[in-house]
C-alpha cells in the first residue's frame, strides 16, 4: 500500500491545470506535403482529466484559458463531449493577433520515418495565465480529491510556472493529493533557457508534488540527479528505474510515488511497452509487451490516467500499475490524444486479455 492519504471523497475527484491545444493531424503524411487534416484538442493535463471522466467515470475539472472566437468554441465543445468541467479564464480575441488557442502540429509517421511535431504557440491565452487568476480557495472549498499538473503547462512562461506552484500549495492546503508529470519538451523549454530552466522550475514543482510521472531519463535530466550506474543497456529494466526513484527520494523526500512507463521503439509502429511504479513500501512492474501502434500521441497521459484511477479507487499499486499500463497500450491503438476506450476493455487489457474478435 502507498503512502498516500487520498480524501475519501469531495465534489471533485481529480482537478487538473493546464493548457488547452488543437493539434493538426495529416495522417501518416508529412506536413510539407498534406492536403487535410484531422484535429484533436488535447494537453497533456487536459488529456488525463478527459481520460479519467470519458473511460473510467469520475468526476474531473480542469482550470485553465480559453479564447472567445471559434477555435475556442471548438476546444469547449470537445471539453464538454468528454464530461469535464471547465473553469476558464476567458480571453477576448482582438480578431487578428490573439490572444489564441495554441496550434500543435504531429504528423503521425510511418515504420522507419518517426513523428514530427512542432508548434505555434505565439501570444497563446494559457501563457498569460498568473498568479491570481483563479479563486483556489473556493475550487478547493467543497473537496478535491486530487489535484495534477505538468511540465507543458510549466514551460508557457515565468507566469504559468508561479500558477503552478501557487495551485500546488492550495492543493496541498486543502488535502488533495498531488502529482506532477514532468512531460518535458525540449522545443518550448528551449525560448525559456533550456534545461537549467526547466530543472529549476521543476525542481520547485516536485517539492510540492506527492506523485511524479515521468521517463526515468526525464527524472534524471529535469530533476537534476547524477544517475545510478546502468547494468543493462536497455529502456526496459524497471531495476534501474527503481534505482533512479530511490535517487530522487533522498533529494525529494516528500515525494510517495514515481512511475514510468518502459518503451522501447522498434519503428514508429512497432513498441515494446511496459511500466514500473515505485513507493517506499512496494514496487510494481508490468511487463513489457510488443505493441502495434496507430498514434502514440497520448499514451503516457493515458498511463497516467489509468495508474490515478486506480489509486483513487483503492485497487492495489500492482492493480493500479496494470491499469495504467493497459489504459495507455489501447489509446495507441485509436487516433487522437485521449481515450476511445471503455474501462471493461482496459480491465480486460490489464488482467491478460487478448485482441482476438469479441463476437
Request: hydrophobic content about 45%; proline content about 5%.
Amino acid at each position: 500500500m502507498t503512502e498516500l492519504m487520498i480524501p475519501a471523497d469531495g465534489a471533485l475527484d481529480f482537478l487538473s491545470l493546464g493548457a488547452l491545444v488543437h493539434r493538426l493531424d495529416p495522417g501518416v503524411v508529412p506536413f510539407r506535403k498534406a492536403t487535410e487534416c484531422r484535429i484533436h484538442v488535447s494537453g497533456g493535463e487536459f488529456n488525463v482529466a478527459a481520460n479519467l471522466a470519458d473511460c473510467f467515470g469520475l468526476t474531473t475539472a480542469l482550470a485553465t484559458a480559453l479564447v472567445d472566437y471559434p477555435l475556442g468554441d471548438l476546444i469547449a465543445e470537445r471539453v464538454r463531449a468528454m464530461g469535464v468541467n471547465p473553469i476558464y479564464r476567458v480571453f477576448a480575441h482582438d480578431g487578428v493577433r490573439g490572444p489564441n488557442m495554441a496550434t500543435v502540429y504531429s504528423d503521425r509517421g510511418h515504420g522507419a520515418r518517426p513523428p514530427v511535431v512542432f508548434y505555434n504557440r505565439a501570444n497563446e491565452a494559457a501563457a498569460e495565465l498568473g498568479p491570481g487568476d483563479f479563486d483556489w480557495e473556493a475550487i478547493f472549498a467543497d473537496g478535491v480529491r486530487w489535484f495534477h499538473t505538468g511540465g507543458i503547462f510549466a514551460s508557457l512562461s515565468e507566469s504559468t510556472t508561479e500558477l503552478a506552484l501557487e495551485a500546488l500549495r492550495a492543493a496541498k492546503a486543502a488535502g488533495a493529493v498531488t502529482s506532477f508529470d514532468l512531460n518535458y519538451r525540449e522545443k518550448l523549454w528551449r525560448v525559456r533557457g533550456g534545461l537549467p530552466a526547466a530543472a529549476h522550475a521543476f525542481g520547485s514543482i516536485a517539492e510540492l508534488s506527492d506523485v511524479i510521472v515521468g521517463y526515468e531519463a526525464e527524472l534524471e535530466r529535469e530533476l537534476g540527479i547524477e544517475p545510478p550506474p546502468r547494468e543493462s543497456g536497455s529502456p526496459l529494466d524497471p531495476q534501474y528505474f527503481f534505482e533512479t526513484a530511490e535517487r530522487l527520494r533522498q533529494r525529494f523526500p516528500d515525494v510517495k510515488l514515481f512511475a514510468s512507463t518502459l518503451r522501447e521503439v522498434h519503428s514508429t509502429n512497432r513498441h515494446v511497452f511496459g511500466a514500473a511504479v515505485w513507493t517506499a513500501e512496494e514496487t510494481a512492474v508490468v511487463p513489457p509487451v510488443e505493441l502495434e501502434v496507430l498514434d502514440r500521441v497520448g499514451s503516457g497521459d493515458a498511463f497516467a490516467s489509468g495508474l490515478f484511477y486506480g489509486l483513487l479507487t483503492g485497487e492495489g499499486l500492482e492493480e493500479a500499475a496494470r491499469l495504467g499500463w493497459a489504459h495507455g497500450a489501447l489509446v495507441t491503438t485509436t487516433p487522437g490524444d485521449t481515450t476511445m476506450s471503455t474501462l471493461a476493455e482496459v480491465r480486460a487489457l490489464a488482467a491478460g486479455g487478448s485482441a482476438a474478435i469479441q463476437r
